[in-house]
């Protein structure tokens, strides 16, 4: 799992807040993170390769409110695929068939063509793995500091609608 840890001080504003006001903090954070978590999936979805488009578009966000606790915003897929795409995978005999569809649309290859450069790139897999492409790293990473930022104004949007912070 990837995370961003926010500044000390303003999670204990955030958590004084939700005693005093817990709508108040439902509203402004669930805003802070719809907004956060879509813009974060679009990032991912940026970063994801794509041949037909299925891993690209399995990419969803998802928002839940925890009563009592916060809001938690999540962006993944349910393709287990997804991992060794992100991670990079150690040697492996991959399936050729995908490989072959892979090669008639990124090398413009047909027939027997097709067929051997999905077994040259399938035993180059089983012999060195692959990379990983990272795309949910690369985003995260490319937005840490926006959210950052938009988290802290979150807080003083909060604040500022409470009043004082016991």
């Given at each position: 799992?990837?995370?961003?840890?926010?500044?000390?001080?303003?999670?204990?504003?955030?958590?004084?807040?939700?005693?005093?006001?817990?709508?108040?903090?439902?509203?402004?954070?669930?805003?802070?993170?719809?907004?956060?978590?879509?813009?974060?999936?679009?990032?991912?979805?940026?970063?994801?390769?794509?041949?037909?488009?299925?891993?690209?578009?399995?990419?969803?966000?998802?928002?839940?409110?925890?009563?009592?606790?916060?809001?938690?915003?999540?962006?993944?897929?349910?393709?287990?695929?997804?991992?060794?795409?992100?991670?990079?995978?150690?040697?492996?005999?991959?399936?050729?068939?995908?490989?072959?569809?892979?090669a008639k649309q990124k090398l413009g290859v047909r027939g027997k063509e097709a067929e051997s450069a999905?077994?040259?790139?399938?035993?180059?897999?089983?012999?060195?793995?692959?990379?990983?492409?990272?795309?949910?790293?690369?985003?995260?990473?490319?937005?840490?500091?926006?959210?950052?930022?938009?988290?802290?104004?979150?807080?003083?949007?909060?604040?500022?609608?409470?009043?004082?912070?016991?």
């Amino acid at each position: 799992m990837i995370s961003i840890e926010f500044d000390a001080t303003d999670v204990a504003k955030l958590a004084a807040a939700m005693e005093q006001s817990p709508e108040i903090v439902e509203d402004e954070l669930g805003r802070f993170m719809r907004a956060a978590t879509m813009h974060l999936q679009a990032e991912v979805q940026e970063r994801t390769p794509t041949t037909h488009g299925t891993l690209r578009a399995s990419v969803i966000g998802d928002v839940r409110v925890l009563p009592g606790i916060g809001i938690e915003g999540v962006v993944g897929t349910s393709l287990a695929y997804a991992v060794p795409v992100e991670l990079g995978s150690g040697p492996h005999m991959p399936p050729v068939e995908p490989l072959v569809e892979w090669a008639k649309q990124k090398l413009g290859v047909r027939g027997k063509e097709a067929e051997s450069a999905a077994w040259g790139i399938a035993k180059a897999i089983a012999k060195r793995g692959t990379l990983g492409v990272g795309m949910f790293h690369r985003a995260l990473a490319a937005n840490r500091q926006q959210l950052l930022e938009q988290f802290g104004e979150c807080v003083r949007r909060i604040t500022t609608r409470i009043g004082t912070i016991q």
